[in-house]
T-cell receptor, first 115, second 114 residues
Framework: AQSVSQHNHHVILSEAASLELGCNYS??????LFWYVQYPGQHLQLLLK??????LVKGIKGFEAEFIKSKFSFNLRKPSVQWSDTAEYFC?????????????FGKGTKLSVIP | DTAVSQTPKYLVTQMGNDKSIKCEQN?????MYWYKQDSKKFLKIMFS???????INETVPNRFSPKSPDKAHLNLHINSLELGDSAVYFC?????????????FGPGTRLTVL
């Protein structure tokens, strides 16, 4: 079974600072990778996804993530955060293959951006 | 034209009651899911249905029973509610298994058991 680790529980940044949120997964096969964002009081929205191809994927709102297969990582980055980026960020993995319906989430990283 | 909708948005009830949460998706997806998000924001899959057929049933008390009358609906019925059932429940849907398995989430139902 797959699992996902997000190492940072709570990250506090000032506006314009650069962001990198770590995500590592454990699964021996091929995976699809996702980052979701949950703004306060709202539902999860997809930021970006990786299925195949270029390991550097760009998402909405200036976010990007890099899939490094050898490190089983899919870290999320943004060069300059804004106050409106304050939210909870979830990394998720879906193992491909038969019965690959299950999306396994990490425990989330809370990002607080100080104006 | 909401893609995944849930009702109610908030549900406050007493211990021991039975309640249902409804979910509908208008995306034409074959697969639907229920997740539980606890007070620490941890999201855990509970059930998944593909075209009205149960395909994932995680370790969830049998007080929780999903019902899928058609592939656009996946309702969650909870019997004999307990304090520990308080959480936010999210419904989601996706295309059938394959390369593109992005899940679309509903707005959530905040259940409070008193």
């Amino acid at each position: 079974a797959q699992s996902v680790s997000q190492h940072n529980h709570h990250v506090i940044l000032s506006e314009a600072a650069s962001l990198e949120l770590g995500c590592n997964y454990s699964y021996g096969g091929t995976v699809n990778l996702f980052w979701y964002v949950q703004y306060p009081g709202q539902h999860l929205q997809l930021l970006l996804k990786y299925f195949s191809g270029d390991p550097l994927v760009k998402g909405i709102k200036g976010f990007e993530a890099e899939f490094i297969k050898s490190k089983f990582s899919f870290n999320l980055r943004k060069p300059s955060v804004q106050w409106s980026d304050t939210a909870e960020y979830f990394c998720a993995v879906n193992a491909r293959g038969a019965g690959s319906y299950q999306l396994t989430f990490g425990k989330g990283t809370k990002l607080s951006v100080i104006p | 034209d909401t893609a995944v909708s849930q009702t109610p948005k908030y549900l406050v009830t007493q211990m021991g009651n039975d309640k249902s949460i409804k979910c509908e998706q208008n995306l034409g997806h074959d697969t639907m899911y229920w997740y539980k998000q606890d007070s620490k924001k941890f999201l855990k899959i509970m059930f998944s249905y593909n075209n009205k057929e149960l395909i994932i049933n995680e370790t969830v008390p049998n007080r929780f029973s999903p019902k899928s009358p058609d592939k656009a609906h996946l309702n969650l019925h909870i019997n004999s509610l307990e304090l520990g059932d308080s959480a936010v429940y999210f419904c989601a849907s996706s295309l059938k298994t394959g390369v593109n398995n992005e899940q679309f989430f509903g707005p959530g139902t905040r259940l409070t058991v008193l």
